[in-house]
């Protein structure tokens, strides 16, 4: 009997999912098509081994068994959801994959969007403008003999866009003029093959303005290095006279500690724009939810795109607001189910890489709707991968685990 | 009028400039007006004082601009100042006008206007104390150009008012700076200083109490506004003596409004009631206090007005004719500005000696509604009339249903009181636990619960009554609080139960050992309801972080969220007050 499969491959802290759906081809007959979303993890720590990788690769190659993908779809620019397929494109030999259509989020189309979106523009210059002056301060703290936190380090790497830009134009190359920079109500007729599946895609806006919110500014006092090779410096003007000290000192070091208030923020904004698609198929409804975060669902909701699904790839990795409030989830994930088929979710998480994920309060918030919870780095060890089959005729769904 | 004094008199006499209302406007052909601060003992470069300090940073390079020199008052000359360039005004050849976009102006007028503003506040017949910081620190400090934001706030955490600037979305060549916003920096000194009377109200869950905050930091802002005698007169002179028509006192913060793209930030000239407003977002449900509390301003003002025109004093006018007109007198508008002042003056000293008799904990509209009668009565303060019109706006406003929700018995005889030291009381914490366990009917702690007794307060202050009377008053502040638990229905992943803090503020007067009054925070189910709507919101914008959750790896607390502590036994929120920055 046919049944649909989801791959969630456990690459340490990021997504790699491979969705394997029976579809007919123009003759009429069964083909198998795929879909991939995302490959990456973040690098930091023992999250973001490139190493991961490879037996991914390998084993998203052999299941396509030389064929290129149906679809790629890239949620969103952050390293843990783009790395991947560029690192595979540099091994030596590379391990390349291919795609017949690849799918962006809109805003990574990248000069031309922001021209048609200038406020979106406007938004998105802060925010590299903040994270220039974070990685100043975090080189100036370095310098000053601190350790940075793990979980910044994290943050820290998965919004550096200077580095992600290598990997999103690798990604806008995948599929040449078949990539489409996708938002909801997007024309999708012809950039995708299925006959039988439905995609229909839940988010992001195509202005994305709103994602971003207004930056707080920072006011963490780094000053420019002075020569090349020298690192940024820490500017602590001396206490005025008359000033309480310890109010100084408390004040300088509350305007620093605003860098992760900010930082926090940046990530954020690109989380929320995600692509957020679902997948019907044969009465199965499954819904991949990237890494949107609670201002990207509450638009959904507003937009009245939400609808029960049997199947949620937990968004951003089970963090506490990757996942909406009970109002949301209601939608979504009713707690009486809207027929009698199995439900589940999976998450693609690994603890204390990345700032409070995962929430174990957000999982309990799952279980207790009645999903199944499959946490992807509880299942199998990295470069494994856990399967949900979902049967055509909507019998039991059967899960796998498989090690590399 | 009483005169106008503040405590620490033979402190040095320092003239500090300070913008009249921002930079679009100008009185008189001036925009800046000039206090006579007595206020501090001590000044310093920047400007410095003992209890205020501008730390001028520069926000692209962290390090501090050159602040404002301190120039002490020469050998018997009174007045010292600040080192502020001027300018003669070819118009006004005689005039020696500030130059206002310099340094040393920016940076003297937000320092002179927090220190106007604690003056209002520190008026013998207001508090008659001198301001406390609700943070472990002497002076409040103030950072005029923090950075790039169409914003600005009071943070306790950093002990400072944070003003920003930015660039005016209709004029982009035109740079805001809200510290020379006299609204703005009167509203977030406000804030500050309600901060140190009303501690609690930092960490409320309750909607109007974060309102309560935003209300009284505007009405701050109006009454700073009548501090001007320039603006004052100008404003009247365009309306022909009214108010009622004129936005100039009831808007606030018009540049910075207009820069935005609207008129001004927010109008208390208006009809607002709470059926009008969405519930539990703090700025829009203020508005429905602050316009309660600003048409009785309007109605004080007519009322002096009629008053005033009557008195010989104003009444001649009505003889005379305008030199340039040759228009017959008219004593109604001649008066308005006294009129118009007074009107402030009585009733900021209800409005803002209210504020110490609030409960701790928690409070409500209809809490402060109590507060404001009870000091108004209690102390004989306005004529009845203005009470029936307090509870008039209050019922209109739908903050109460009934009138007699704001009735609060007052200056009565409490027998326990008799046997009681009020030394003892004061100053001995098992005497004032005794005293409180003794008298929990009284004071409405509930059976079985752990109370807290709070720090007493003595205040020393003058009454102005409604006879124009100068009656001294000193009165001993009791307040208890308690932990009231409610059911957490909405957070069903946690399944404990939601804590918050109620409490009873006694008001002793001293002179004749009678209760002034007794308050208790507010009771109603509807307060727990908002509790639910203000809880819900903030957990589905995901703005309550739980325990560590809330803090920086260095262990300071964000400031993008509100902190839910999860294990102290119950739900607790810590900051709400971080959501009352003046815009999101």
């Known amino acids: ?48 081994k490139d190493a ?49 259509n690849a799918w962006l989020t809109a805003s990574a189309e990248g000069d031309a969007y922001y021209k048609r979106f200038p406020e979106a523009k406007r938004r998105q210059l ?74 229909k895609i839940w988010a992001p806006e195509e202005d994305v303005s709103d994602y971003y919110g207004r930056f707080r500014p920072l006011t963490l006092g780094v000053s420019d290095p002075v020569s090349e090779g020298t690192s940024p410096a820490l500017v602590t003007p001396k206490v005025p006279k008359g000033v309480d000290v310890k109010s100084y000192r408390n004040l300088i070091k509350k305007r620093r500690s605003g860098y992760f208030d900010g930082l926090l923020a940046i990530d954020k904004a690109a989380n929320n724009t995600s692509v957020v698609f679902s997948l019907e198929w044969r009465g199965w409804k499954l819904l991949f ?32 607001n990757g996942t909406p409030g009970e109002d949301i989830l209601e939608r979504i994930l009713p707690r009486t189910p809207i027929d009698q088929r199995d439900r589940v979710a999976v998450v693609s998480t690994l603890p204390n890489a990345y700032p409070n994920v995962p929430d174990e309060h957000t999982t309990q918030m799952l279980k207790n709707r009645g999903l199944e919870v499959f946490e992807v780095n509880k299942e199998v060890q990295p470069g494994g991968y856990v399967e949900i089959e979902f049967p055509a005729d909507g019998s039991h769904i059967r899960k796998t685990a498989v090690e590399a | 009028m009483a005169k106008n004094t503040t405590p620490g008199t033979s402190n040095p006499k320092v003239e500090i400039p300070l913008m009249i209302k921002d930079p679009t406007v100008t009185a008189g052909g001036r925009g800046v007006d000039q206090f006579h601060c007595t206020l501090e003992s001590e000044y310093w470069d920047g400007p410095v004082s003992n209890r205020v300090a501008v730390l001028d940073f520069d926000d692209q390079t962290g390090e501090l601009r050159p602040g404002a020199k301190f120039i002490p008052a020469p050998p018997k000359r009174a007045l010292g100042r600040f080192d502020v360039p001027r300018r003669t005004d070819p118009k006004y050849p005689k005039r020696k006008d500030y130059v206002t976009d310099t340094d040393p102006f920016i940076q003297t007028s937000v320092f002179g206007t927090v220190l106007r503003t604690i003056k209002l506040f520190e008026h013998e017949n207001v508090l008659g104390r001198p301001v406390r910081w609700a943070f472990d620190g002497p002076q409040l400090l103030v950072i005029p150009r923090a950075a790039d934001w169409a914003n600005a706030f009071y943070h ?100 910075f409004g207009a820069a935005l793209g609207r008129k001004y930030l927010r109008q208390l000239g208006n009809r607002k009631t709470l059926r009008d407003v969405s519930g539990d977002e703090p700025h829009e ?68 000696q209210a504020l110490e008799y609030l409960p701790p904990g928690e409070v409500s509209f209809a809490d402060y509604g109590r507060a404001i009668l009870a000091v108004d009565e209690g102390g004989n303060l306005n004529p009845p009339f203005v009470r029936e019109w307090i509870c008039s706006e209050f019922l209109q406003r739908s903050i109460v249903d009934k009138p007699d929700e704001l009735v609060t018995k007052v200056n009565f005889m409490y027998e326990p009181l008799d046997n009681v030291d009020i030394d003892d009381l004061v100053n001995d914490e098992n005497v004032a636990r005794k005293f409180a366990e003794d008298n929990r009917e009284f004071l409405l702690i509930p059976p079985g619960v752990q109370f807290q007794v709070r720090p007493r307060q003595m205040l020393r202050k003058t009454y102005y009554d409604a006879n124009r009377k100068e009656v001294p008053a000193e009165e001993c502040l009791f307040k208890v609080s308690w932990p009231h638990i409610e059911s957490n229905e909405l957070d069903k992943s946690i399944s404990k139960p939601r804590e918050i803090l109620r409490g009873t503020t006694l008001v002793i ?76």
């Open chain 1, 1 to 48: 009997m046919d049944s649909l499969k989801v791959r969630a491959y456990n690459v340490g802290f990021g997504d790699a999912i491979l969705i394997t759906v029976p579809d007919r081809s123009a003759s009429g007959a069964t083909v198998l098509r795929h879909i991939l979303v995302d490959v990456g993890n973040v690098q930091a720590g023992e999250g973001g």
């Open chain 1, 52 to 100: 991961y990788f490879e037996p991914v690769l390998g084993s998203i190659q052999r299941t396509l068994d030389g064929n290129p993908l149906d679809l790629y779809v890239m949620t969103h620019e952050h390293l843990d959801h783009v790395q991947g397929l560029f690192y595979g494109a540099n091994l030596e030999p590379p391990v390349t994959l291919s795609a017949r």
């Open chain 1, 126 to 199: 802060a925010l590299v403008e903040g994270c220039r002056q974070i990685v100043s301060f975090l080189k100036a703290l370095n310098a000053a003999g601190q350790e940075i936190p793990l979980p910044v380090k994290s943050l820290m790497a998965n919004n550096d866009h200077r580095v992600t830009e290598k990997c999103v134009d690798h990604l806008r190359e995948l599929a040449g003029e078949r990539t489409t920079y996708i938002y909801r109500n997007c024309q999708l007729n012809g950039r995708h093959p299925f006959e039988e599946a439905q995609l």
């Open chain 1, 289 to 320: 939810a990237g890494d949107a975060e609670i201002r990207s669902w509450k638009t959904m909701e507003g937009k009245r795109q939400l609808e029960p699904v049997h199947f949620l790839k937990v968004s951003h990795h089970g963090s506490v």
């Open chain 2, 156 to 255: 306790r955490d950093s002990r400072s008012l944070q003003f920003f600037f930015f660039q005016a979305e209709a004029a982009p060549k035109d740079r805001v700076y809200t510290c020379l916003s006299r609204d703005i920096v009167a509203h977030e000194t406000a804030h500050a200083i309600l901060d140190g009377i009303a501690p609690d109200l930092y960490n409320a869950l309750t909607p109007q109490s974060l309102a309560l905050h935003e209300a009284v930091a505007d009405l701050t802002a109006v009454m700073m506004a009548a501090e001007s005698g320039w603006l004052v007169t100008e404003v009247l002179e365009k309306t022909r003596g009214a108010i009622d028509d004129s936005t100039i006192f009831s808007s606030i913060a018009p540049q």
């Open chain 2, 285 to 352: 449900l203020s508005e429905v206090l602050s316009g309660a509390l600003f048409a009785v301003l309007v109605r004080m003002h007519n009322e002096h007005r009629e008053r005033f025109a009557q008195e010989d004093k104003w009444k001649k006018f009505g003889d005379r004719k305008d030199p340039v007109t040759g228009e017959p007198g008219d004593p109604w508008f001649s008066c308005s500005g006294a009129a118009f002042t007074a009107a402030c003056f009585r009733l900021r000293n209800s409005i803002f």
């Open chain 2, 509 to 584: 007067d001293l002179i004749n050992k009678k209760v002034r009054a007794v308050l208790t925070s507010d009771r109603s189910d509807y307060q727990c309801h908002e509790r639910d709507r203000m809880f819900k919101r903030l957990m589905e914008n995901g703005l309550l972080a739980r325990d560590d959750r809330a803090l920086a790896p260095d262990g300071s607390t964000l400031d993008s969220v509100v902190q839910l502590d999860t294990k102290s036994g119950n739900l607790r929120v810590l900051g709400t007050a971080c959501l009352l920055h003046i815009v999101e």
